[in-house]
T-cell receptor, first 115, second 111 residues
Framework: NAGVTQTPKFRVLKTGQSMTLLCAQD?????MYWYRQDPGMGLRLIHY???????AKGEVPDGYNVSRLKKQNFLLGLESAAPSQTSVYFC??????????????FGDGTRLSIL | TQLLEQSPQFLSIQEGENLTVYCNSS?????LQWYRQEPGEGPVLLVT?????EVKKLKRLTFQFGDARKDSSLHITAAQTGDTGLYLC???????????FGTGTRLKVLA
């Protein structure tokens, strides 16, 4: 079982470059999330989606865009990368049933460095 | 801004010792989850608590939800080296689809 798969696993960018992080889940989950994790700050929500074609802003959305064209995929885009976006990015998905009792299933992260 | 504060931030103990990690907020949660994260991996759910005063046990781990649903604790009895990791609490609030994560407690258990 693949679960949640994030690509790429590592990436180094120069300031001003753009890139897209891909998250794919094979569990037919409705909800998907993008987080960033920085030392001493836990996980902070960037954007999330409650279904195909819908997205919403989280705590730290500035500098990022997202798209959910297909239910199984949630893309995170950086239009013009900045050093402050150096972080580990995690994608998660969750089923609708059972509301908030259900666990979020996480990918293994994308380590992104902006020089 | 809804914040979840965890304490302590770091904890280093000997194998066999007991420990407690705390998760506190000024807001009321509709539910709270505890996750453990190991290096190079995403967080993995340990438990979900939803009722004020609720206590759940998972082998040597005991989780408690405060009566007012503003705080939670994780107690580990007779810690083992395999308990080493980053422990995260995550709260959900009524009327939202999102979770707020705590700042994390990094635990190291020494043999």
């Amino acid at each position: 079982n693949a679960g949640v798969t994030q690509t790429p696993k590592f990436r180094v960018l120069k300031t001003g470059q753009s890139m897209t992080l891909l998250c794919a889940q094979d569990m037919n989950h409705e909800y998907m999330y993008w987080y960033r994790q920085d030392p001493g700050m836990g996980l902070r929500l960037i954007h999330y989606s409650v279904g195909e074609g819908t997205t919403a802003k989280g705590e730290v959305p500035d500098g990022y865009n997202v798209s959910r064209l297909k239910k199984q995929n949630f893309l995170l885009g950086l239009e013009s990368a900045a050093p402050s976006q150096t972080s580990v990015y995690f994608c998660a998905s969750r089923p609708t049933q059972g509301a908030f009792n259900q666990p979020q299933h996480f990918g293994d992260g994308t380590r992104l460095s902006i020089l | 801004t809804q914040l979840l504060e965890q304490s302590p931030q770091f904890l280093s103990i000997q194998e066999g010792e007991n420990l407690t990690v705390y998760c506190n907020s000024s807001s009321v949660f509709s539910s709270l989850q505890w996750y453990r994260q190991e290096p190079g991996e995403g967080p993995v759910l340990l438990v979900t608590v939803v009722t004020g005063g609720e206590v759940k046990k998972l082998k040597r781990l005991t989780f408690q939800f405060g009566d007012a649903r503003k705080d939670s604790s994780l107690h580990i009895t007779a810690a083992q080296t395999g308990d080493t990791g980053l422990y995260l609490c995550a709260g959900s609030f009524s009327g939202t689809y999102k979770y707020i994560f705590g700042t994390g407690t990094r635990l190291k258990v020494l043999a």
